[in-house]
């Protein structure tokens, strides 16, 4: 939701966090595909790891609201156009997959990275085609929840505060997630 908030009704932008999500989704499938056929057997804790991802995700969002800051208050005392905007940063693309794209199909596999933990065995339990059955609803819903959450931020009710304090919120968001991931995985384990 604080994406789409962030996207301000902008096609390409909305695109983007719609591909980062079914990238994002799809490598969580492919990986419990593998799991289901036996060729992949990772333990929790060690997907747990994760969720350093979004930490990580997290940190860069707060430098790169401090960097906004800084270059608004030199824009301020310099008094001079021709900058980037405050909070854009320059990156080169690979090939089709835009920076905001794999940020968030990254967010999206460190987050569901447990569900491999459910994935992984619901396949096993059926069939091939229990499981095709399944991975068309999973990938049905994912956009599904898209749509919500790009209604929920355009909502009245909900889009002003997003808008305002989405891009502050975000940085604690990921790393919250990371964190939670990593506690619940039992990766935190792995370093005691």
């Known amino acids: 939701m604080l994406y789409f908030s962030q996207a301000n009704n902008d096609p390409q932008q909305e695109r983007n966090i719609v591909v980062g999500q079914y990238l994002g989704f799809a490598v969580l499938v492919f990986i419990s595909v593998l799991g289901y056929l036996g060729s992949l057997l990772i333990p ?38 021709g900058s980037d905007p405050p909070g854009i940063v320059r990156r080169r693309r690979l ?43 999973l990938l049905l819903m994912v956009r599904v929840w898209c749509f919500i959450a ?28 990371g964190v939670t991931i990593l506690i619940e995985s039992g990766a935190l384990e792995l370093f005691s």
Do not use: C, H, K
């Open 44 to 81: 929790r804790q060690y997907v747990g790891l994760l969720g350093i991802l979004p930490i990580l995700l997290g940190v860069r969002e707060l430098l790169l609201l401090r960097q906004a800051d800084e270059q608004a208050e030199q824009q301020v005392r310099a008094d001079t156009p």
């Open 95 to 137: 090939g089709w997959l835009s920076p905001q794209a794999s940020s968030i199909a990254t967010v999206t596999m460190a987050n569901g990275s447990d569900n491999l933990a459910v994935y992984t065995p619901l396949f096993a339990a059926g069939g091939m085609t229990e499981m095709v059955i399944i991975i068309v609803v």
């Open 150 to 177: 790009d209604w929920l931020a355009e909502n009245p009710v909900t889009a002003g505060p997003l808008r305002r304090y989405g891009r502050l919120l975000m940085p604690f968001v990921l790393m919250g997630i």
